[in-house]
Structure formats: structure tokens, C-alpha cells
């Protein structure tokens, strides 16, 4: 078996149960994001590739009541929030 620390976490994740790109196990583990050298805590989702995150607009909704999302792009660095409390 592999080391558990030892995740490659993917290039694009989404915490929306509805998107091709989530991964519930994942995200219950806690996934920090670094978004151009800053700390966000309000990220919806991520692509490293192609250098966007996701946040929400405020608190406007849809018609279908999913938040209303802005595309910010810079470089994005995730990471796992246990490995960073150990070092």
C-alpha cells in the first residue's frame, strides 16, 4: 500500500458534489490553497494547469441555488492542511 502522506493531489478539484472534478475523501482530509502567495479559505474550486480558482460572489445565488462563482487567475498551489501542521 501507499503512504497516505504521500497523495498526489489532483491538477482540478471541486468541493460542488455535482461536478465531475469532486473527490469527497479528498476534501475530508483538508486541502489548503495558496492563490498568488496569499492563504484563501473561500476557494469552490481549482485548476493548477490552467491557473484559476473559483470563489463566491458575495452571497448571490443562482436560480438553482448554487452560489454564483468569479474565475480568478494567478498561480495556485494547493496542499494538504495535515502536512503542514507537521512542517
Excluded at 473527490?23 to 493548477?48: H, M, P, S, W
Excluded at 480568478?72 to 512542517?87: F, I, Q, S, T, W
Aim: charged residues 35%.
Amino acid at each position: 500500500m501507499s503512504d497516505p502522506k504521500s497523495v498526489a493531489l489532483p491538477d482540478r478539484l471541486a468541493i460542488d458534489p455535482d461536478s465531475p472534478y469532486h473527490d469527497a475523501d479528498l476534501l475530508q482530509r483538508g486541502i489548503g490553497i495558496r492563490f498568488k502567495g496569499a492563504e484563501k479559505t473561500n476557494v469552490e474550486e481549482y485548476c493548477v494547469s490552467e491557473g484559476w480558482i473559483r470563489v463566491a460572489a458575495g452571497t448571490a445565488r443562482d436560480r438553482k441555488g448554487k452560489p454564483l462563482l468569479l474565475k480568478l487567475r494567478g498561480p495556485v498551489e494547493p496542499y494538504l492542511k495535515d502536512d503542514a501542521e507537521e512542517g
